[in-house]
Every structure is written in structure tokens, then in C-alpha cells.
């Protein structure tokens, strides 16, 4: 079958070829006293609704490296087309590209019928893609958009397989979002309504999850037009300082001083100029 | 070792399921469960695992959901084309044909229990099921997934050849709401589907409505 995708790799499954480097490498440094470096993955908190005129997409904005914050303020709900956008929970790399990949073939696809491109197909070539990895493409995603067919919300998982449901929820604060969604989902609610549902289950995973925090990002697509209110909601307001840790000159006494010249002279100059046009 | 070098901290999807599927004079009537789990989260409590793969042909899944719907769309594909190619109704044995295939070509890496089950011009109303390693067999009540070992007694004892309709969608909605009971990978709702020459007949039993067994 013509297909007009970039970037569509057809041998037959993943490539093995760098592991047994990074295995090496991770013994070497592991003699060495060192600890690899961790993934920096998006704990997370990420959900969809699907309401009376279109979906809702939520996020918070906390990326970790290990038990750090790495980005207190990243964005996790990334554009797919202008009326499909992906949440994305996992391995903060693979999210990325895994999403610019496919909204670059989309864009492709969509010339190439002249239409505007339906989230089905986002969610066939994303799981298509995610399977052909057998899993090891840690992206778990919320895929929401309005197309022809109408609203549409898919959760999918990184082993390649997806959910068509009215409301999903993924990431390690998921649990918290659900809990929330299951208690105040209605189908059909008005845009408000919607808007403060997803605000609460993100809210839920910020304040009972480690792995997410910050703030809350959200993006409401209706047809013909998107909403990306990032950031919708300043949850966590850095504190301001009570104290001043700023000291005056003079506030350390000097006892003594020396000065000691050093007797530095131009052994060598030479000019290079670089054509920066 | 392979496994070492890219770590998955995340588990699969599973539809560990109880599914059904029993053949009746003019087709079949299939049925299963609702739930996917990672895990012991529920990750779809309401999945749909019947899945239409021509217009009188549709599978039930089990084992790894990734897998299974990813075959069943690699297969929905091969048959959709052989079908225009023959500009005829595909034989549910051909549909079933190709899910063997693909199970047993590739089931080292797969985790994949299907029944395949529809009805054709020529055989009237099958099921054929494709366990886990790709064996395919014709059988008249069939079931699978990790519920369908607490159910083999009571399938075993109330299966009749010769049952109505009506017959077999209470013998399947009452099978599958016993395994549901038992068995802690199932549960959700019970999804029904009548596979005749007329079409396809679907219906949802809700969690009260399932039928009650005595509670000892």
C-alpha cells in the first residue's frame, strides 16, 4: 500500500544493537562508583473528558529525574493536529517524539487527502507504532480531538493497545484522577462544568501523588476551534521568602590582606575571524 | 541479559477475561466480560471484547490486549481484502484460518486466546477456537480466558445440542456470570451478540441485571 509517512521504519522489530553497549557502559560505571543516569520520566497526572461539544484534556506540568524535579513547569499535552492533541504520560523522551513523529506523518496524510485529519487514525498509526516497539517505547498516552465524526477520547497504553471511552485517566497520579472522575462524570455536561471536572481530577493526582505537581494545564477542542489555557491553574504558588539572607559589605571583619601580583605577559595573540553571515 | 538493559517499569494491559461463544441452528451467539486490567487496576471496566471482524464474522478476546487487537486488526485487514478479491462473503474457516496463522507463527512472542465465531452461507453458524500456541479447532460451545476454568463443569453439564436461540443467550449470559463471580480478572458487564444470516444482534447485561445464583 502507497503510504506518503516519513520516517516509517519496516524491518521487522526493535533493535537490539545498542543494549549490549549500555550494558557494558552501566557495568563500567557502576566499578567506577558512578550511578547511569535515570530517564527523565513525567510521573504524572493526565486525563480526557469527552462533554457536549468536544473533549477536555488535562495535565500537570512536573517532570522527574528519579526522586528529583527536573521541569517544574513542562507541557505534557502536545499538539497532534489543529483538531487532535495528545496527553502524554511515561517516559518524558518517548512522549515527545513518539508524538511529533506521528503528527508529522498526520500532517502528511491530511495533504494528501485533503482533509482534516480524524483522531481514529491518529490512534491506528500511534498504537501501530507503540506495538511494533513490543512496549519498550514508554509512552502512555490520552489522545482527545473533534473531527468529522465528532468528539473522540483514546487511552493508549505503551504495549500498543487503546481504549475508546467517554473519560480516561493515566500516569502515576491516575488512580487520584479516576477516583475523581467516577464520582462526578455525567455524559453531556456544559464546557464549565467539564472545565472544572478535569481541574478537580488533575488537582486530585497533584496534591495525592508524589510523581505529579505544579500546575494544571488544559486544552479544550471543540469543532473548529482549540483552547490551550496552559497554565489554567497556578496550583502550587512558589512561597515568598519571610526572611533576608542578604548580608551588608563590611559584615565579615577582614584580620589580614595580602596581595600577590602575578606577572602574566602576552607570550602569543592571534586573530581568527569566524564568518557568522 | 536483554531484560536488564531496557527495564519496563510499567505492566501490560490484560484481558484476562471470561469469554463464550456457542453455535445454534442459523449462527451463533457469542458473549464475554468487560474488564482490562494492569495489574490489579482495572484499566477499562467496560470493554468491548467482541470485535467485528467482517459482517458476519466476529472474535473474542483474550490474553494481552495489545496483541489481540492488533491481530484482530492485521487480520480485519486480510480478510477485508480477500473478500473483495473473491466479491464474496468470507468463510468464518478462513477467518479463523488466519488467526492461526498468525498465532502460531508468531507464539513465542504473543499472549493471544481467541475464538473465532460467525456465520457463512455455506456452513451456517461456527466457532472455532484459537487457544494460546495457535492450535485451531471447530467446536460447538466454546469457552476461554482465565474465568473459563471455573465454568467447564457447569458447560459441560447444561450445553444441549439442538438449543433456540433464546437458549443459548441465557446458557451463555448465565456461564459468564458465573466465571464473572469467581473469577477476579472478570467482572464489569456481560456483552451479548447474535451472529446470524439476518445480521448481528448486540445487548449489554448491566451488573444488576445478571442473573443471581444462590449466595453460600
Not at chain 1, 213 to 238: E, F, Q
Not at chain 2, 160 to 173: H, I, P, Q, V, Y
Request: hydrophobic share 35%.
Amino acid at each position: 500500500m502507497a503510504t506518503v509517512s516519513v520516517r516509517q521504519y519496516h524491518r521487522g522489530g526493535f533493535s537490539f544493537e545498542n543494549c549490549k553497549r549500555n550494558a557494558l557502559l552501566e557495568a563500567d560505571i557502576n566499578k567506577l562508583g558512578f550511578s547511569s543516569p535515570a530517564a527523565r520520566k513525567t510521573g504524572t497526572t493526565i486525563c480526557g473528558v469527552v462533554y457536549k461539544d468536544g473533549v477536555v484534556l488535562g495535565a500537570d506540568t512536573r517532570a522527574t529525574e528519579g526522586m528529583v524535579v527536573a521541569d517544574k513547569n513542562c507541557s505534557k499535552i502536545h499538539y497532534i493536529s489543529p483538531n487532535v492533541y495528545c496527553c502524554g504520560a511515561g517516559t518524558a523522551a518517548d512522549t515527545e517524539m513518539t508524538t511529533q513523529i506521528i503528527s508529522s506523518n498526520l500532517e502528511l496524510h491530511s495533504l494528501s487527502t485533503g482533509r482534516l485529519p480524524r483522531v481514529a487514525t491518529a490512534n491506528r498509526m500511534l498504537k501501530q507504532m507503540l506495538f511494533r516497539y513490543q512496549g519498550y517505547i514508554g509512552a502512555a498516552l490520552v489522545l482527545g480531538g473533534v473531527d468529522s465524526t465528532g468528539p473522540q477520547l483514546y487511552s493508549i497504553y505503551p504495549h500498543g493497545s487503546t481504549d475508546k471511552l467517554p473519560y480516561v485517566t493515566m500516569g502515576s497520579g491516575s488512580l487520584a484522577a479516576m477516583a475523581v472522575f467516577e464520582d462526578r462524570y455525567k455524559p453531556n455536561m456544559e464546557e464549565e462544568e467539564a472545565k472544572r471536572l478535569v481541574r478537580d481530577a488533575i488537582a486530585a493526582g497533584i496534591f495525592n501523588d508524589l510523581g505529579s505537581g505544579s500546575n494544571i494545564d488544559l486544552c479544550v477542542i471543540t469543532k473548529g476551534k482549540v483552547d490551550y489555557l496552559r497554565p489554567h491553574d497556578v496550583a502550587n504558588k512558589k512561597g515568598v521568602r519571610t526572611g533576608n539572607y542578604r548580608y551588608k559589605h563590611g559584615t565579615t571583619g577582614v584580620l589580614t590582606k595580602a596581595v600577590t601580583p602575578l606577572n602574566l605577559e602576552v607570550v602569543e595573540e592571534s586573530v581568527q575571524t569566524m564568518d557568522t553571515s | 541479559t536483554l531484560e536488564a538493559c531496557c527495564s519496563r517499569a510499567w505492566t501490560s494491559c490484560f484481558n484476562s477475561t471470561s469469554i463464550m461463544a456457542v453455535e445454534f441452528e442459523g449462527g451463533v451467539v457469542i458473549g464475554a466480560d468487560s474488564r482490562t486490567t494492569t495489574g490489579a487496576y482495572i484499566a477499562n471496566r467496560v470493554t468491548d471484547k467482541l470485535t467485528p471482524i467482517h459482517e458476519r464474522i466476529f472474535c473474542c478476546r483474550s490474553g494481552s490486549a495489545a496483541d489481540t487487537q492488533a491481530i484482530a486488526d492485521a487480520v480485519t485487514y486480510q480478510l477485508g481484502f480477500h473478500s473483495i478479491e473473491l466479491d464474496e462473503a468470507p468463510l468464518v474457516q478462513t477467518a479463523a484460518s488466519l488467526f492461526r496463522e498468525m498465532c502460531y507463527r508468531y507464539r513465542e512472542e504473543l499472549m493471544a486466546g481467541i475464538i473465532v465465531a460467525g456465520w457463512d452461507p455455506r456452513r451456517g453458524g461456527q466457532v472455532y477456537t484459537v487457544p494460546v500456541g495457535g492450535m485451531m479447532t471447530r467446536q460447538p460451545v466454546s469457552v476461554g480466558g482465565s474465568g473459563s476454568s471455573y465454568i467447564y463443569g457447569y458447560v459441560d453439564s447444561n450445553y444441549r445440542a439442538g438449543m433456540s436461540k433464546e437458549e443459548c443467550l441465557k446458557f451463555t449470559a448465565e456461564a459468564l456470570t458465573l466465571a464473572m463471580e469467581r473469577d477476579g480478572s472478570s467482572g464489569g458487564v456481560v456483552r451479548l451478540a447474535v451472529v446470524s444470516e439476518q445480521g448481528v444482534e448486540r445487548q449489554v447485561i448491566l451488573g444488576n441485571q445478571l442473573p443471581k445464583f444462590s449466595t453460600v
